[in-house]
């Protein structure tokens, strides 16, 4: 019996299976599956970044020890950097870096990264010795020899820092040159490190400096040349050596040793000033003036590099030439730039020759207004400074004559006949 009319036959005639569509059937289950729990779970989603490796950082290390190794201080730095990044619990690649900063004149970077290795570890013997030097060179004098004195005390037998204390004490010597007790602190703390480990450059390059100061020029030439044969990639020993070879007389040497300090720190302008200075001496005055100029290219805001112009373009006579630079050193004024460049308060020593090099060249040019206000100055100021006194007469004696000549800028009193200056100079 069935429903008249009804779609729902029960005895409608059911149509057999195709084989065929039934393996294309399981075959795209398992197509499916396959993709689902195979290939999907090693799939990264789409428009999310790739993460890439990280790279170990004995990885950077080792990559920064062969920078290093080939003098390339400032890639060094770098790759001790990343290292550090991934790794900031290690004290010895925040110590390596601080040492290369002071290689390379970064004091205040050095300062940093050896304070970021006590705070890692407080009782780190090094990182205290690295900040010592670093304020040493900063001339930091108490923070100096209180961070190395604790470096000390945390480990005596550090050869390093009782080299660092040697050139610390003997840096503060130079600038207070009277004091002779701290010459002898620095020879006694210099040759404590050599008890200690005579080996090491550190020890050899503190003791170079200590017989310099203490005019022992041919120990301290080879005590430098023994801490260069240890690492001749440190632009400073090559600067050291070359001051030495310099006042013996060795000026092929000295320009030698300033050329190699240029090629492995190009951006310092001391051994550029060093070699200026050499050049002069020699009486190649066109190179030293050239080297000169290089010098305030790389220092603009410097007097001293203007002063050293001035005295070279001076030496050659070129004394319209040489007032400019000289005046900057003086009086202060503007580099090609636009920074500001203090004037030097006149001083004893370096500064006293630039003055009265600077009043001899107003002097020869007719410009006796300020050449006599620079003789009153020197005469006033400097007055146990036998050069700049007697320099300073001279400026008064050529003034005279070209008074007389009626060739300068002044005229005589007419009261008294004495020379009367139009310009006032601020010492």
């Not at 100061?213 to 050596?241: K, P, V």
């Not at 240029?262 to 050049?279: C, G, K, M, V, W």
Request: charged share 20%; with cysteine; net charge negative.
């Amino acid at each position: 019996m069935y429903l008249k009319g009804s779609k729902w036959s029960y005895n409608k005639r059911r149509r057999r299976s195709n084989p065929l569509t039934l393996i294309l059937l399981v075959l795209l289950i398992g197509a499916a599956a396959y993709i689902n729990f195979v290939i999907v779970p090693t799939t990264s989603p789409l428009f999310i970044a790739t993460p890439t490796a990280t790279r170990s950082a004995e990885s950077y290390t080792v990559d920064a020890q062969a920078l290093e190794n080939e003098g390339k201080f400032s890639q060094a730095i770098d790759a001790y950097k990343l290292a550090s990044q991934v790794e900031p619990r290690n004290v010895s690649n925040f110590l390596s870096m601080a040492r290369l900063m002071i290689w390379t004149g970064r004091y205040e970077e050095a300062l940093e990264q050896a304070g970021n290795s006590l705070l890692v570890n407080p009782n780190n013997s090094a990182g205290y010795a690295l900040r010592g030097l670093a304020y040493g060179m900063l001339s930091q004098w108490l923070d100096a020899t209180g961070s190395l004195e604790k470096s000390i005390e945390l480990d005596p037998n550090s050869a390093v820092a009782y080299a660092y204390l040697a050139e610390v004490l003997a840096y503060q010597y130079q600038s207070t040159p009277g004091d002779l007790g701290l010459a002898d602190k620095a020879i006694e703390a210099s040759r404590t490190a050599q008890n200690l480990d005579k080996n090491l450059m550190e020890t050899h390059r503190a003791r170079g400096l200590v017989l310099e100061i203490t005019d022992n020029r041919t120990e301290a030439m080879a005590e430098y040349e023994a801490a260069i044969a240890l690492n001749g990639n440190i632009a400073d020993l090559h600067i050291a050596l070359g001051r030495i070879y310099r006042a013996e007389g060795f000026l092929d040497d000295a320009k030698e040793q300033f050329n190699k300090a240029i090629a492995l720190n190009p951006f310092d302008p001391e051994p550029l000033l060093y070699l200026s200075r050499t050049y002069l001496t020699a009486g190649e005055l066109g190179l030293a003036a050239q080297y000169a100029e290089s010098a305030i290219k790389l220092a603009p805001t410097d007097p001293f590099y203007y002063g050293n112009l001035g005295q070279i373009l001076y030496q050659d006579d070129l004394f319209a030439e040489a007032i400019p630079p000289l005046r900057i050193a003086v009086r202060g004024g503007l580099a090609e730039d636009g920074s500001e460049v203090k004037g030097l308060p006149l001083d004893y020593g370096r500064v006293a020759e630039y003055y009265y090099t600077y009043g001899l060249a107003l002097a020869r040019t007719s410009e006796c207004g300020e050449a006599l206000q620079i003789s009153n100055l020197l005469i006033q100021g400097v007055s146990t400074d036998e050069i700049a006194v007697y320099n300073a007469q001279e400026m008064i004696n050529i003034c005279q004559r070209l008074t007389l000549e009626g060739n300068s800028d002044i005229t005589p009193s007419a009261e008294t006949g004495e020379l009367t200056p139009t310009v006032e100079v601020t010492p």
